[in-house]
């Protein structure tokens, strides 16, 4: 090998590297410092991003040219964009791994294989660029970098996500110089890098040159906290320099008004009267203009404070909530080579659906976006780029014919110590001026030992300004459940009653989930019952839903326009994690397909409540810093059944944050099922949002459900016949025949028109969701995948003008015991209306079922359809925050949910009445309980053999679903089951509805 084997050295971390410093860029004059904006670049730096000669080689081990020689020819290399990495320009293969090294286990070696990119470019400096020192900022690089300046050896790091400095000086020369990097696939490093993703390769983040005096200012620490009560503003600014300390000319602006200034050579100090403080809903930044040896450095801040009180978190001495998120640097395009606009959409969709904070998982996302955090408004949790998942694969005894493995293993191992500690050194540096980073954040998911205490000692002991968080010990056994040093007890995916008995528990610290709601697939389920109990425990201080979006691999449009997503194994990678990288509220390429709004309801501004004075409604202001009245404007909207009776706009009074006023609304006489319903909307616009972005809705019951007789034929006549097996039932409109051995009407005409096109009968199975990847395994065990109805004959007779038939049924799979058994009891009267009434008992050891209703299979005409129901968005049991109770027109295209891999979707819960339009129009109406219901082009077989939406076929018949229930959506694919009141584990059941051509009259 012609290098040295720094990249399995764990004494060796960095080489030649620059002191780890706050992120900023100098100029040459004031007004282009006070201008530049977030990813800006100043005319002191060189951007050497674009095009470079690139050559990718199967194994470093077998590196035999000297590629950064200066005159080495590179005319046999190919080129590759920077920023970028390799398997998004056709190198290697793309591999999602959500926690395993790619590698055998065997610290600090990595494959026998390791890939490595050859880069190389030419740039051109003057002799004034040279006049003063010279640096290069790698601001990312996957997985470590040797750095060679024509033709000699600089220097080597790693850390992928933070930022490599080396000084060029002595290497650079007027005129044209060459840069040569080496880029390896895996490092030491990469034990410590097993996070979540897809595994990617490369220079992936920009690259540019520093041009500086040859005595600078290097460093600044600057502390902005509240005072006096916090009724003014406190500013402490250190200083270090690249040699003796140097005068420093300093300048305090608010916007555009110079408040303070000074000269100095070590400390700034200087008090605001009056300040205005910063939070994530209002984010005003002052900015601090530094001069010294000819160049200026202008850093943005914002006073403010974070501090936990009687278990409390407060944020500038009031409690505050977290409505967060957690993201990944991910596109579908480029991987995790993100641009400053691909972030700034990120974060306006973040705003749009009232996200307030984001946890950077699980490493420190590029400078620009805590600058951009600062400036839109989001409150940061930090994280150092440290995941050491990957010991879980790496077994140490076979216990009870089961493999062990110690989760602190690499945490507790002193080589890797100075590691850990470079990591959390460098997250801090870097983000230790910005205003929205209120928690570092170690790392995640390494476990517990003597390294993961130094860090958090560290960061406690460096920045007592800032809260201190690591989950790494809450779920291991037989320990203390809190980190000394840490301030809040962080758990992963709880269930709410966890938390009662946590606080319950002596001494707790404050609750926070880093990760809570696994947004995979058709999810997250229950956001409203966690938001209930975080609104009502003071200690809780909130969560991040696992995750901001999907990462898939973009393969193509198909020739309908349909774009190709690739997931784990789909590039014939081993190992590779599937479709678990596929749990975001939002798609690869940003688009929300449910999730996002469901999010947004449960993060709304305000809430509303009913008072025991009738037309009396409390508004209860959720925001933290906001008043509501000159935030949010409030609508109404009063409904009767299928009709809008009233609305109009709330005149607020003032509602200070979390404070609560009552609005009286004049309240019409209710003839059916009665709602109001309260819209909140922007008021002003801001550099983020319009006025008139709606926020969000709070919907209450005003009179419950009346239930309608439904009045008997009018006139008409009806009669059967049996054969052993059918029974055909004929009215003076229609032909119905029923298969008593099937369960199913095997045929229905009306008007000789068919009302089905395939056999319709009793359903259990659903096309299983993310979140069933453990329940379809018990599913699975009882047969109801493969379980089909059978009845045990009927009885059959008419009553005036109607014909009554009663079967005894199950539904079963071969060898197996049923699954349920019941009673169907089927009327059908001459207007051609048929009843159905289920009494069912499902088999007792199985725990749930995923769903019991009738599945009709109707002409693909048969498209558009009305509803009083929860919509307009697909709704479940427990996933109804983005739903509301109302009148709505849909159509089975229009409710295709286009998950990237297929699942259940498109269910309306708590549905009243049904209309669906078609050659022969028909009602569905409710019984003594509402229903849930869904028209589709697709089956559930078609959903479960597809393993990608491009792969998905229609059928050839539109599938109307009619439920008694299903089981909840919940978040079990990394959480809990659906909670107890969503559980379909009724041991014993009725259901009963009516189907009705016509509306089972005329037209």
Request: charged share 25%.
């Amino acid at each position: 090998m012609i290098i040295e084997n720094f990249f399995e050295d764990l004494d060796t971390i960095r080489v030649n590297t620059c002191p780890d410093r706050a992120y900023y860029l100098p100029a040459s004059d004031a007004s282009s410092a006070l201008a530049r904006r977030p990813g800006q670049y100043t005319d002191r730096t060189l951007l050497l991003n674009g095009d470079w000669a690139f050559s990718y080689r199967g194994n470093v081990r077998e590196l035999s040219e000297s590629f950064w020689e200066e005159d080495f020819d590179l005319s046999g290399f190919s080129s590759i964009d920077v920023p970028s990495v390799w398997q998004m320009r056709g190198y290697d293969i793309n591999q999602y791994e959500s926690n395993k090294t790619v590698f055998p286990f065997d610290p600090p070696y990595v494959g026998k294989n390791d890939p490595c990119g050859l880069y190389a470019r030419d740039f051109t400096l003057d002799a004034s660029q040279i006049s003063g020192r010279v640096f290069v900022d790698f601001e990312g690089v996957d997985s470590c970098l040797y750095l060679w300046i024509n033709g000699k050896f600089v220097g080597y790091d790693q850390v992928s996500h933070s930022t490599s400095e080396f000084e060029l000086t002595s290497f650079v020369r007027e005129g044209v110089n060459r840069i040569a990097v080496l880029v390896l696939k895996w490092c030491d490093g990469t034990y410590l890098e097993t996070q979540d993703k897809f595994r990617s390769s490369g220079i992936f983040r920009d690259v540019f040159l520093v041009f500086r005096p040859k005595e600078h200012l290097w460093d600044f620490t600057l502390r902005a906290l509240p005072a006096n009560s916090y009724r003014d503003g406190r500013l402490e600014v250190s200083l270090s320099f690249s040699g003796d300390p140097l005068p420093v000319s300093w300048e305090l602006y608010d916007g555009s008004k110079r408040v303070d200034g000074g000269i100095t050579d070590s400390k700034i100090s200087c008090t605001v009267p009056g300040a205005h403080l910063w939070n994530a809903e209002d984010p005003y930044l002052y900015k601090l203009l530094l001069r010294c040896s000819g160049e200026y450095i202008c850093a943005p801040f914002g006073f403010r404070e974070v501090k936990i009180e009687n278990k409390v978190a407060l944020f500038n001495g009031k409690p505050f909530k977290i409505r967060g998120v957690n993201r990944h640097d991910s596109s579908p395009y480029d991987g995790p080579a993100v641009d400053l606009e691909h972030v700034k959409h990120d974060l306006f969709l973040m705003k749009s659906a009232n996200v307030n904070a984001i946890r950077t998982s699980h490493y420190p996302n590029a400078p620009f976006f805590t600058e951009l955090c600062d400036l839109m408004g989001f409150y940061v949790v930090a994280e150092g780029d440290l995941e050491c998942h990957c010991v879980i694969s790496a077994f140490d005894q076979i216990v009870d014919g089961k493999p062990t493995f110690d989760f602190g293993l690499i945490a507790s191992d002193p080589a890797f110590k100075e590691s850990w500690l470079d990591r959390d050194r460098r997250l801090y540096e870097r983000d230790k001026n910005r205003a929205s980073v209120f928690m570092w954040s170690v790392g995640n998911e390494s476990g517990y030992g003597e390294n993961a205490q130094a860090c958090v000692d560290y960061l406690r002991q460096t920045d007592p300004t800032r809260l201190v968080h690591y989950e790494g010990r809450s779920r291991l056994k037989n320990k203390p459940r809190d980190i000394p040093g840490t301030d809040v007890h962080s758990v992963m995916y709880p269930k709410v009653d966890y938390w009662k008995e946590y606080f319950a528990g002596e001494d707790p610290l404050t609750g926070y989930m880093c990760e809570y709601a696994h947004s995979m697939g058709n999810a997250p389920g229950s956001l409203k019952e966690y938001w209930d109990y975080i609104y009502s425990e003071p200690r809780m201080l909130g969560g991040c839903v696992w995750e901001w979006c999907e990462h898939a691999v973009y393969a193509g449009t198909l020739p309908d326009g349909r774009k190709k997503f690739l997931y784990g194994g789909d590039s014939g990678e081993k190992p590779h994690s599937g479709c678990y990288c596929l749990d975001g509220l939002v798609t690869p390429d940003r688009r929300d397909i449910g999730a996002l709004t469901e999010l947004k309801n449960a993060y709304r501004p305000a809430k509303v409540e009913k008072t025991s004075v009738p037309g009396e409604f409390r508004i209860t202001n959720l925001l933290d810093f906001t008043e509501l009245s000159s935030f949010a404007d409030v609508s109404y909207e009063i409904t009767d059944g299928k009709k809008s009776v009233a609305s109009g706009k709330i005149a607020l009074e003032t509602i200070p944050p979390h404070g609560s006023a009552c609005a009286k609304i004049e309240l019409p006489e209710f003839s059916d099922h009665a709602f109001i319903t309260f819209f909140f909307a922007r008021k002003n616009s801001d550099h983020v949002l319009d006025a008139g972005h709606v926020l969000g809705f709070e919907q209450i019951e005003l009179s419950g459900r009346v239930i309608k007789p439904i009045p008997a034929p009018k006139s008409g006549s009806v009669s059967y016949t049996e054969d052993g097996v059918r029974i055909t039932v004929c009215g003076d409109r229609f032909k119905y025949v029923f298969n008593t051995l099937d369960v199913s009407f095997e045929s229905m005409y009306y008007l000789n028109s068919p009302l089905i096109a395939a056999p319709s009968g009793i359903n259990i199975m659903r096309a299983p969701i993310s979140n069933d990847r453990r329940a379809v395994e018990k599913w699975k065990f009882f047969g109801c995948d493969s379980a089909q109805p059978r009845g045990y004959g009927a009885e059959v007779k008419r009553d005036g003008r109607k014909v009554r038939i009663t079967c005894a049924f199950s539904v079963g799979a071969a060898g197996l015991r049923p699954v349920v058994k019941g009673t169907l009891r089927l009327t059908i009267d001459a207007a051609g209306r048929v009843f159905f009434g289920f009494d069912a008992k499902k088999y007792p050891s199985l725990p749930f079922l995923p769903r019991f209703g009738v599945r009709f299979f109707i002409p693909k005409s048969y498209e558009k359809f009305s509803y009083l129901g929860y919509g307009p968005s697909q709704s479940y049991a427990d996933k109804l925050c983005a739903a509301r109770f109302g009148y709505f027109e849909s159509g089975a295209k229009e409710s295709y949910v286009d998950y990237i891999r297929p699942q259940e979707h498109g269910s309306h819960f708590g549905t009243e009445r049904l209309s669906v339009d078609g050659e022969v129009p028909f009602e569905v109406i409710a019984g003594k309980t509402p229903f849930s219901f869904s028209l589709l082009g697709h089956t559930q077989e078609l959903l479960m053999s597809a393993a990608h939406n491009y792969e998905l076929e229609e059928a050839p018949f539109n599938v109307l679903c009619v439920d008694y229930k299903q089981q909840g959506i919940g978040n079990r694919s990394c959480g809990p089951d659906p909670m107890k009141p969503y559980l379909f584990s009724e041991n014993r059941f009725r259901f009963d509805f009516v189907l009705a051509p016509y509306g089972g009259e005329d037209k």
